[in-house]
């Protein structure tokens, strides 16, 4: 069960021995992971294991603790996320927080379309094709004409990850190196159909438009479906990494859930675990 490969990709999103503080407390310890072009990987543990603070670290929203690293440990295709200026990082990276805060009164229309404001050199075809398909791959057609602060939690989460959507197609298109899709519990809110869907349709980000995809997920059956690899954590750091066959094991799952699991093979979906927590 490899982590991280010892040396960074060109391309690709590589953290190799990060830690951070917060306060006194240290909140990831000496993390390594990968996530490459056309890949969708889950970060599973249970709260408090340091998996959002991974995610915001690799996004770019925390900063890297000089006094804890001599190099960065945060590579985005190869450069280290400190180089890259805010523009440059918002072509790379769309981030879908757990809870977007938004308080203007904005049309759900001008929210997806911020998706594309990294990309002034798209002329408005290329634009409107790319809102047409993050607006199909996130089921929202039929809020379009909605006001964002009119709608339920489920849906602003759904709006939101079509302006994610729209800034990794929009990404792939422009072309470079790879673009990386960033998601932190995007389903919490969403129905069971609709937590379906959203994955899925990150699951298409990562295999048609060749983003690398990372998801943090509370559901293990969830993850196990849609995720090539896993990287389970606790404790601030990351206990395994691999497919979900290699990770979903009743001894790693008792250490990181601290709750036994028996695992079995699934009913409807051949080479993928099914895990029941006991």
Known sequence: ???????????????????????????LNNVSLAVGRGEMVGILGANGAGKSTLLSTLAGELAIDSSLHRECPV?????SIVELTVPELSRLRAVLPQNPELIFDLAVEEVVSMGLYPFPELDRQACQALLDEAIAQADIGHLWERRYLELSGGEQQRVQFARTLAQVLAASRAGGSGCYLLLDEPS?????????????????AATQAGAGVLVVLHDVNLAALYCDRLALMADGGVLACGSPQEVLLPGLLQQVYGTAAHVQAHPMHAHVPLVVFL
């Open 1 to 27: 069960m490899n982590v991280v490969s010892n040396r960074p990709a060109a391309s690709g999103l590589y953290c190799h021995h990060l830690s951070v503080m917060r306060g006194r407390k240290r909140v």
């Open 75 to 79: 590579l985005v295709n190869g450069r």
């Open 188 to 204: 919490s809110s969403l129905d069971p159909a609709h937590q379906h869907g959203l994955l899925r349709a990150a699951r298409q």
